[in-house]
């Protein structure tokens, strides 16, 4: 498992990962190795890419395939001028053939069920958070690909567009979003339900808003359009850091763990680098 977290700044993109990779079977966690790379610099490009979910497909790492699609260079969008959107694009067909030929039959034959039967919900997962530039442009960007369940065309998600800056956390994120928002989402669900249970009733869509207004006025501010990028690399650290050291003291296997990676791509037109 992982924690994954994107940082889109007015000078570039900053992305952190932890190196914890875990093996795991019916029965549970088998084994966790600390030193696993979950970061990418993809060929020249001004683009990252970062990783959570499965570690592999088949028996080759993820890493593998990226440079396996660095070579084949589809719709040579790695050789020649392009912009991310289009990069993510031909990464999210690149790697849902490779999961659909082959884990699908693997998955089949162990569920004794058809690929289209499982809940999404209930299917294994590969994530890619890439962030970086478009050739010639000066903003930067943050999407995210979920293979399978980005199976259509385009479908691939936007979280940060050119100067809409701040902070994206992917994959097992629940100490940050608790850190920012004060509150556990598990623990606010259930205490709506709760409150509808001895009121006999549910919320309003007035209710609803105000007592979301009421929430942020407790989350924690950071002025993203400001900071600088040392700082940057810093909050990125920071968080991933969290994580780690939850999952290292909480009950339970520390499936998000080893160092965090930390890697950086700015304005100035030099490609993507792995910081640590």
């Known amino acids: 498992m992982t924690v994954a977290v994107a940082l889109n700044l007015p000078e570039g993109v900053v992305l952190g990962v932890d190196s914890a990779l875990t093996l795991g079977d019916p029965s549970g966690v088998i084994k966790v190795f600390e030193n696993a790379q979950k970061m990418f610099q993809l060929a020249e490009k001004r683009v990252g890419i970062a990783f959570y979910g499965l570690g592999a497909i088949g028996n080759r790492p993820i890493g593998s395939y990226i440079r396996e699609f660095e070579l084949l260079d589809p719709s040579n969008v790695v050789s020649k001028s392009s912009t991310i959107k289009d990069i993510v694009e031909e990464l999210r067909i690149f790697f849902l053939q490779k999961y659909n030929t082959t884990l699908v039959p693997a998955i089949e034959k162990q569920t004794g069920k058809k690929f289209e039967e499982i809940p999404d919900g209930e299917k294994p997962i590969l994530g890619l958070a890439v962030g970086g530039f478009s050739d010639g442009e000066y903003l930067s960007e943050v999407w995210e690909i979920v293979i399978p369940i980005h199976r259509t065309p385009n479908s691939a998600k936007l979280w940060r567009g050119q100067g809409n800056f701040g902070g994206t956390w992917f994959a097992l994120n629940e100490p940050i979003f608790r850190y920012f928002k004060g509150y556990d989402r598990g623990l606010f669900k259930e205490l709506k339900d709760y409150f509808v249970k001895i009121r006999g009733a549910g919320f309003s ?72």
């Open 205 to 276: 869509p007035q209710e609803d808003a105000e007592i979301s207004n009421i929430m942020q006025k407790y989350e924690y501010q950071i002025p993203f359009p400001a900071m600088p990028l040392e700082e940057g690399i810093a909050h990125v650290r920071f968080l991933v850091e969290m994580v780690i050291n939850h999952h290292r003291f909480a009950v339970g296997a520390p499936i998000v763990g080893g160092k965090a990676c930390i890697g950086l791509v700015t304005y100035k037109g030099e490609k993507f680098q792995i910081l640590s």
